[in-house]
C-alpha cells in the first residue's frame, strides 16, 4: 500500500493526496516517505557530507517538513483561503509529507556525473508535487492560488532556515 501511495503521489495523482487528506491514519506513511527521501539525498551527498550528513539532512528534513506544513497551513487557511478551505495541520502534513516522494530519485546523485541534473529534476518534482498536495489540502480550486501559497511560504521560510542552519555548519 505504501509503495502505491508513493508511486501515486510522484504521478501528481491528486486523487492519492485526497485520499491522504483524508486518511488520519496516514502521518506514519507521510513520515516514511520524508524520512525515505531525506535519506535518498543523503546517500545521493554522501561523498560531500559523509555518514553524519545523513544523519543530519534526515534530522532537517523531517524539521523542514513540520515547519513547511505549519507555514502553509498558516499561509493557507489565514492570509489566501477560499470560501470552501477547511484544513488542519494533520492534513497539511500527510499530504505535503507524501509531496516528498519525487525526492527518491535523489539517491542518484551519487553518480556525480549526473548529480546536478538528478538533484534539479528532484526539486522541480517536489514542488510540482507540493502544489498539487497544497491544493488539495486546502481544497483550493486555482492552481495559481497554492502556488502563491508555495512561493510565500518558501520566501517566509528563508530566514528562518538561515537562523538553524548558521549553528549547524560550524558543526
Known amino acids: 500500500m505504501l509503495i502505491d501511495r508513493i508511486l501515486r503521489a510522484a504521478r501528481l495523482d491528486a486523487a492519492l493526496y485526497e485520499e491522504v487528506e483524508a486518511d488520519t491514519g496516514a502521518l506514519g506513511q507521510a513520515t516514511a516517505v520524508v524520512v525515505l527521501s531525506s535519506v535518498a539525498a543523503g546517500i545521493g551527498a554522501i561523498g560531500v557530507g559523509g555518514i553524519r550528513g545523513l544523519g543530519m539532512g534526515t534530522m532537517l528534513a523531517l524539521l523542514g517538513w513540520y515547519v513547511w506544513a505549519v507555514v502553509t497551513w498558516l499561509i493557507g487557511t489565514r492570509v489566501l483561503p477560499e470560501p470552501q478551505t477547511r484544513a488542519d495541520l494533520g492534513e497539511l502534513l500527510r499530504t505535503i509529507g507524501f509531496a516528498s516522494a519525487p525526492g527518491l530519485i535523489r539517491v542518484f546523485c551519487v553518480i556525480t556525473p549526473i548529480a546536478?541534473?538528478?538533484?534539479?529534476?528532484?526539486?522541480?518534482?517536489?514542488?510540482?508535487?507540493?502544489?498539487?498536495?497544497?491544493?488539495?489540502?486546502?481544497?483550493?480550486?486555482?492552481?495559481?492560488?497554492?502556488?502563491?501559497?508555495?512561493?510565500?511560504?518558501?520566501?517566509?521560510?528563508?530566514?528562518?532556515?538561515?537562523?538553524?542552519?548558521?549553528?549547524?555548519?560550524?558543526l
Not at 119 to 141: F, P
Not at 149 to 158: D, E, K, R, S, W
Request: proline share 5%.
Open 116 to 170: 546536478n541534473i538528478v538533484g534539479l529534476v528532484a526539486l522541480i518534482w517536489t514542488l510540482a508535487a507540493m502544489v498539487v498536495a497544497v491544493r488539495q489540502a486546502l481544497d483550493y480550486r486555482s492552481t495559481p492560488r497554492a502556488i502563491a501559497v508555495c512561493v510565500i511560504g518558501l520566501v517566509a521560510q528563508t530566514p528562518l532556515w538561515a537562523l538553524i542552519l548558521w549553528p549547524v555548519r560550524a
